[in-house]
C-alpha cells in the first residue's frame, strides 16, 4: 500500500500531512508506506500509489498533473486533525 | 525531532496586517530578525501562494507560510506572528487566519525532522487558538513545547 502526500512546494504542508497520515496508520493498524512530494513530482511519485492526499486547493492541479492514473485523491481540509484524517484514510482503504 | 529555536525576535504578537500579503511579510521579517533568512525569503513565501493558492493555510486559523531551500536561507528557522484582527488568505475552509508559522529550512533533510516536530506541537486541539491569545514569546515557546529562552 503506497500513499502520497501532496504540496506545492513539497515542503512543510506535504511533510505535516506524511507526519500525521503515518500517525493514524499507525493508529488504525493498516500497513502503507508514505511519501511527500510537491505537485512538480506527483506523477512519478504517485505511479504505483493507491491514495493521494493534498489539500483542496490543489486537488484540481494533481488530478491534472497526474493525468492517466488511477490513485484516488482524498481532499484534506484540517492537515492537524488527526480524527478527521482517520475517517478518510478509512474510508478508501478499509 | 528538534523544532528550530524560537528566539524572541522571531515572534511578534498581535500584529496589524492588512491582508495576507502583510501578515506572509511578518512572517519573513521574524525571520530575517533572527538572523534565519534574508528579507528576500518573504517574497519568495508570497510566490508559493500567488503561485498554488492558500492551501498553506493548513488548519483552521494556521498558515504555515514557507517556500523551498535556497540562497536567502542562512539557516533553519521558525518564526510566529499572531495578528491582531484575523485575515483571508482564500482557502475555502480554514480562513480567516490568525497566526502565522514561518518556516525556513536550508535542505530537505533536516525539514522533515522539523515538520514533524511541528506536527506534534500542534497535535494538541486547541494549539492555535492558545498561540493566537498568547501574550509572550515565553507563552508561545509553551505551547509549541520549546524550551525557554530558546
Known sequence: MRIVAVCGAGIGTSAILKVNAERVLDRLGIDAEVSASDLEGVARAASDAQVILTSTELAAAVRRAIGRNYAEIVEVRNFLDLDELAVLLERSLG | ?150
Open chain 2, 1 to 150: 525531532m528538534i523544532l528550530p529555536p524560537l528566539p524572541d525576535e522571531a515572534v511578534a504578537l498581535r500584529v496589524h496586517a492588512a491582508d495576507w500579503r502583510a501578515a506572509v511579510r511578518e512572517a519573513g521579517r521574524a525571520l530575517t530578525r533572527a538572523g534565519a533568512v534574508r528579507i528576500e525569503y518573504a517574497e519568495r513565501m508570497i510566490s508559493v501562494i500567488d503561485e498554488f493558492g492558500a492551501y498553506v493555510v493548513i488548519a483552521p486559523g494556521l498558515a504555515l507560510a514557507h517556500a523551498r531551500p535556497g540562497p536567502d536561507v542562512l539557516h533553519e528557522g521558525l518564526s510566529v506572528v499572531t495578528l491582531a484582527e484575523p485575515v483571508a488568505f482564500g482557502h475555502p475552509h480554514n480562513d480567516p487566519v490568525r497566526v502565522i508559522v514561518g518556516l525556513a529550512v536550508a535542505n530537505a533533510e533536516e525539514h522533515v525532522a522539523s515538520v514533524a516536530a511541528l506536527a506534534n506541537a500542534f497535535n494538541d486541539h486547541d494549539a492555535v487558538e492558545r498561540l493566537a491569545a498568547a501574550a509572550s514569546a515565553d507563552e508561545v515557546r509553551a505551547i509549541l513545547g520549546l524550551e525557554a529562552g530558546r
